[in-house]
Structures are given as C-alpha cells and as structure tokens.
C-alpha cells in the first residue's frame, strides 16, 4: 500500500492511480497542494470519463503509479 | 600556528565583537547618538529590507531587494547622521519626549573573518537582536530580529561599515523608526 | 438601495456654518461602524497599481476598507478585483503578499477559485454534492466596479456609484499631476517593489484630512527643515520653484476631493532643483523642461499633498507616492503607501528617489514620523468623556475662496482659495468633512451625485461659495 501524496510534488506526465480505481495522467499542477490538472487513462466506474480532463482532489488520489 | 591557538585567537576576536555590540548598544540606549555614530565607517551601509508573504517554494522573493526596491532603511552616515541631528534638535516631536529604549543583544556568531583570526581586519557577524521601546506613557513596542554585521578595523578600533538589519515582522507593528537598530 | 442603519451619525456633528467639528466622529465605534458601510462599501477605493500584476495569473493581496481582497489578472489579461474570502464557509483563499497562481485554492475544504473568480474546483461534487450545486453562483465575490485609471485601479462594491471618471470629476486634472511622468507624458510611471504597510494608533480621518490640504502644521517639521534632508541637502522644501509660485488650495465640493497646487507666473521658468546630485538634477532639468513644452500653459501647475475621497492620498511633486489609509476601528489605521517613478528613467535617478522617499515618507521618514506623533495623540487626547464635548475648529480662511479663479491668464479648475499671502487655510479640509457628512447622511447615490442635478449646477456659477 503506498503512503500519503504530496501533490506539492506531482510533475506533469506522471500517472497517479485514484481512489476509484480510475488512473490519470497530470496534464498542469497549480502547485496549491490540493488539486492536480490531470486526463482519465482509465475509469471502470465511468468509462465516458476516459480521455476527459479534470480537476482531481488530492483526497482521490491515492498513488502516484509512474513519473516522467 | 598551532590549532589550540587559532582557537583561542578565534574566542577572544569574538568576545571582542561581542564587547563591541554591548558597547554600541549602551551607547544608544544612554543616548549617546554622537558617539554612536562615531562608530560608523565613512562608508557605512544601513538597511533593513521589508518582509513579503510569500508562496512555499518562493523565498527569493521573501524580502524586498537591495538597492532596487523600497526598504524601511537604506541609509549612508550622511543620512544617519541626519537622523541623529533630527533627535538633537529637540524639536522632533516623534522623539520629544525621548524615548526609553533598551537594545539586547545576543547570539553573536563570527561568520567570516579576514584575512585571519590572528590579525582580523574585516570581521562578518551575525546576531539577534530585541529592542525594546516604551515612549511616553504606555507606549511599547518589542522588535526581534537578526543583524549581519561588517565590522572593519580601523586605528585599533572596531567600526561599523555595513549593516543589514532583518526585522521579523510583515506589516510594521510599531508607528515609525525613530530609532537606531 | 435601502439597508438598515445604525443611527449613531449625528447631522450637526459637521457644522459648516460655524468650521466646527464634534471629536466624536473620530473615536465613537458606533459612528465608526456607520461609516463602513455609508462611506467605505459605497465610494471608489484604490487597490493598487496595474505595474504590480502585468502577467496573467499575477496577483496582489490589497485591502478596501477593512476587507482584504485579491488584486488580479486573469488569463484573458483582464483585471480583478475580489473579496479574499471562500464563499463556501469564509477562509481567506490567498494569505500570501503578492505572487502568480493558476488558481486561488482554499485551505479549508479545498474549494478552488480560478483568476478570473470562477468556482472550478468543489472537492466530491459528484458524491456529496450528488453534482447539483451551480457553481455558477459561488464565484469569489467581485466589485461591483473596477476602473483602470492610467495605471491605477480603482474599485467599488457599489453598481449604483457613478462611474470612477464621473465620481472624479473636475478633480481629474490634478490626479494627473501624480501619474504623468516628470517630463509631461499621461503616463509611464511604476510602482517601485516593496509596499510599506504599518499601523498607526489614530482614526484613519486625521492622516486623510492632513493630506487633504494642512498647510499649517509646518512647525511639526521643524526639525526636518532644521537638518535638512532633501534631495538637494537644503530644507525639506527642496523645490525652490514653491518661492516663486502662487500657492493654492483646492477642492470640488460636490466630490469631497481636494489638493493644494503651486501655480508659476506666466512665462516664469521652473528653478533647478536636486542640485546635490548633479546627474539628477540635469535630468530633471531635460524633463522640467520637455514637461512645461507639453503642458503650455498648464504645466506652470505644480501639485502638493491632495485628497481623493475618502481616504486615498497623493503627494504628486516629490515624494511621489500615493497611500490609503485604512480604517481598523476608530482607534486605528492600517497605511500602505506606493512610491512611484517613471519607468524610463535612468537606474541613477530611480535609485536617488528611492533613496529620498524612503527617509521623507513611511514610518522611517524623517517628515511623516512627526505628522503620526501628532496623528496618534490628538487622537488619544479626544476620546475622554469631558474632550468629547469640545468641537474642534476648521474656521480658517472660511469665506476667502473663490470659484473662479484665474492667475496670469490660467484657469484653475474648482473652488479656490490662495494662501499665497494668508500663509495657510482649512478650505480643503472643510471640504473633506461636508463631503464626508453627506455620505454618513445619504441613503443612495442619488442623493450624493448631486452634479447631476439641474439646481445644483445653477449654483455653481459664478458665485464665491461659502465653506
């Protein structure tokens, strides 16, 4: 199980796997620690979400799956 | 030159420094300004630069920059000597009555020395400062912060030549500077 | 608009008849809290410079009246101003200074605002929310509106205020004399980085109604002109052209505005000045010079201290800086204070003013240290039961101003009176205080735009006004 993230840390083009099993990639980072900017990969609850970015919550993201 | 006396060298060059602040803090706090400022280098340099709040990650933007934006000081020894006749003139009202001030001083590191402990003539230190104003009645104000200080020796005698005073507040909590930091 | 009022505004508290002012507008908090929203919500503020936020996501933390707000620049380039406050549950969404940000974030529960104060980031919309709040309608909190005058921005909470050129009015032309560069432009001037921000323990009414057009507290100065810290090394009063010029005092009655001006006789040159510093003073010499070639006639006017309704101040000449002061309590004031050059000015010269400004003005300043000494305990002295009982008095010089005054062929626009001879009067500061009391006694801008009624211009002509 991995540990907390710290968004402060997350960098464009890195995968973070969400609390819905969804992954995305981090498309902008406003670097406020709480939200990341970032394109669906995947979204089995949701798959019309797949492709489409969003603002994602830091309390969504549950890992970082890969950085650049 | 063994270790054992470049330390020791080291130790009284700091006890001297520190000798000479608690010297300068009693002269301003007997209000000896005259004498103060005999203390001062032809060439001074006094300043204090402002404090921004600023975002994690931006602390070079923290403080407003040396000779390019507005400082509550920047100040040469023409300048402060001004100062100093503004008080003397008995007419300042900011500072008429006088007010009752006491510098503390402590936390006195030497960070540079040249050309060597054992025959210093520039010596770079750091320190904390509290100063302490209470004016008039009930008037009171508490300032801390750290000064880095050139000290320059000239004649057998310590003189300021640069100071840079770091003031641990954002918007300035005391109605002005009529003071010396 | 109609809102409840707390009636602690006594009409008479202001008395043009007799130049007498009640101390109680100073020290009462329930007077205080009456003027936040008759005064403060109601008329235009200055928040700041357009120089500090020239790039998209640019912001600037500034204040109008007690509320902090957010000076900003969106990614279309356009201007905001906006309430520093969560609209969800109040946090302020920005406690840093000054920066760039894609978006203002909440700490609190995370809700996150972009720059041009849309609601774009609401943490478990779809569950909590189940997706139905409209976002829309939780934007920051904008003024009603924001005016970029020359570089300056101006804002109001209030739709029904005129428009800021219109609340401005005749005053225009004397703004101007701050924000035009030394050699005569409209505009080119930048704020210098760092704001001077400090608390004074008085009403913010009394530095506003020194800078309003207190020609008579000299003698506060004292010890300044004594040693001397102008630019030149002589006086404080470094500009030898004020020896030569006619000296006048200003104001609009029907906007609460006002400021003195020097006024030079026809075809009489502008004196050097700065001449310690030989490289400045020749500049400022080619500007002096391209300034009164642009100006014709009017560049003979020089500006000195000067009001802008309620608490805006500009000292135009030098130093040149324009401060706010704002209201914390009655008992208190918050002053930031901008310092303005041009931007093309040479690094020496920039370097010279900066060096100047910070000993003349802001709590290091060797000038308005004295002005808060006396700021702070005229203040204190009046709030005790017996000295509320006292008026204090404005009478000087009432009844000498003109309204249409001309010297050597040049028109000065507004009510006039000339302390050329008389050495001083309170002309200007009545006008604060009448314009004040109509604002705690209005109920809507109707009644305060009173220069859109056909009566009120009638009155205007030709007449010497009284007070």
């Known amino acids: 199980m991995s540990e907390m993230v710290n968004l402060m840390h997350l960098t464009p083009g890195s995968t973070i796997g969400l609390a819905n099993g969804a992954t995305a990639e981090v498309v902008s980072n406003p670097l406020d620690g709480v939200w990341v900017y970032a394109r669906y990969l995947s979204c089995p609850s949701d798959v019309a979400l797949v492709g489409t970015e969003e603002m994602i919550f830091a309390q969504d993201i549950v890992e970082v799956r890969a950085t650049p | 030159m063994t270790d054992g006396s470049e330390a020791i060298a080291r130790l009284l060059l700091k006890q001297q420094i520190e000798d000479f602040l608690y010297h300068e803090a009693e002269l301003l706090d007997e209000r000896r300004y005259e004498d103060w400022l005999a203390l001062l280098a032809a060439d001074v340099r006094y300043w204090m630069p402002m404090r921004r709040n600023v975002k994690f990650g931006e602390l070079e933007r923290e403080f407003t920059r040396a000779g390019q934006d507005i400082n509550w000081f920047d100040e040469g020894k023409d300048t402060l000597t001004r100062r100093v006749q503004q008080i003397l003139t008995g007419v300042h009202w900011a500072e008429e009555p006088l007010s009752r001030l006491c510098h503390m001083v402590s936390n006195v590191q030497l960070l540079h020395v040249t050309p060597s402990v054992m025959a210093p003539v520039e010596v770079t230190a750091k320190c904390r400062f509290l100063i302490y104003r209470n004016r008039v009645e009930t008037e009171t104000d508490l300032l801390v912060g750290k000064r880095e200080d050139v000290l320059r020796r000239v004649n057998e005698q310590w003189l300021i030549a640069q100071r840079k005073v770091i003031l641990d507040q954002n918007v300035l909590l005391t109605k002005n500077l009529t003071f010396f930091f | ?467």
């Open chain 3, 1 to 467: 608009m109609g809102h409840a009022r707390i009636q602690g505004y006594t009409p008479g508290m202001v008395d043009m008849n007799t130049g007498q002012i009640s101390r109680e507008i100073f020290v009462n908090e329930t007077i205080y809290q009456e003027e936040l929203e008759q005064v403060f919500a109601r008329s235009w503020l200055f928040v700041g410079h357009e120089s500090q936020i020239p790039k998209p996501g640019d912001y600037f933390v500034s204040c109008m009246g007690e509320e902090s707000v957010l000076l900003c620049r969106d990614r279309e380039e356009r201007i905001h101003v906006f309430l520093n406050s969560c609209r969800h549950r109040g946090m302020k969404v920005c406690r840093y200074d000054e920066g760039n940000t894609p978006v203002f974030t909440c700490p609190y529960h995370g809700w996150s605002y972009a720059t041009d104060g849309q609601l774009v980031g609401v943490p478990f919309f779809r569950e909590a929310y189940h997706g139905t709040l409209d976002k829309s309608k939780w934007g920051l909190v904008e003024v009603a509106q924001l005016c970029n005058y020359k570089g300056t921005i101006w804002a109001t909470w209030d739709a029904s205020a005129p428009p800021f050129l219109e609340y401005l009015g005749d005053f225009k032309v004397y703004l101007d004399l701050s924000l035009a560069t030394w050699d005569g432009q409209e505009s080119g001037t930048e704020v210098l980085g760092g704001i001077q921000k400090w608390l004074i323990p008085c009403n913010w009414k009394f530095p506003a109604e020194n800078f309003s057009g207190d020609s008579y507290h000299n003698i506060s100065h004292r010890s300044v002109d004594l040693v001397g810290i102008g630019p030149s090394g002589r006086s404080r009063r470094d500009l030898a052209e004020r020896q030569l010029a006619r000296r006048l005092h200003v104001c609009f009655p029907g906007r609460g505005h006002q400021t003195g001006v020097y006024v030079l006789p026809k075809d009489q040159p502008t004196p050097p000045s700065y001449q310690d510093s030989p490289v400045v003073s020749a500049y400022f010499q080619q500007c002096e010079a391209e300034r009164r070639r642009r100006g014709g006639e009017w560049g003979r006017v020089t500006g000195s201290p000067g009001e802008i309704f309620p608490n805006t101040a500009l000292h135009p000449r030098q130093p040149r800086t324009i401060a706010v002061w704002h209201p914390r309590g009655p008992h208190q004031t918050e002053v930031w204070r901008w310092y303005l050059v041009d931007a093309a000015a040479p690094p020496e010269v920039k370097d010279f003013l900066r060096q100047y400004y910070i000993r003349y003005s802001g709590p290091g300043g060797l000038t308005e240290q004295d002005d808060m000494e006396n700021w702070n305990y005229a203040h204190a002295a009046s709030r005790g039961t017996i000295a509320r009982r006292y008026p204090y008095t404005y009478e000087q010089g009432m009844g000498h101003e003109v309204s249409h005054f001309t010297f050597d062929g040049l028109h000065i626009p507004g009510v006039v009176l000339d302390i050329t001879d008389a050495r001083s009067s309170e002309h200007n500061l009545r006008n604060l205080y009448r314009r004040w009391a109509e604002f705690m006694e209005a109920e809507s801008w109707d009644a305060l735009a009173t220069w859109r009624h056909p009566a009120y211009a009638g009155s205007q002509n030709g007449q010497s006004r009284r007070g």
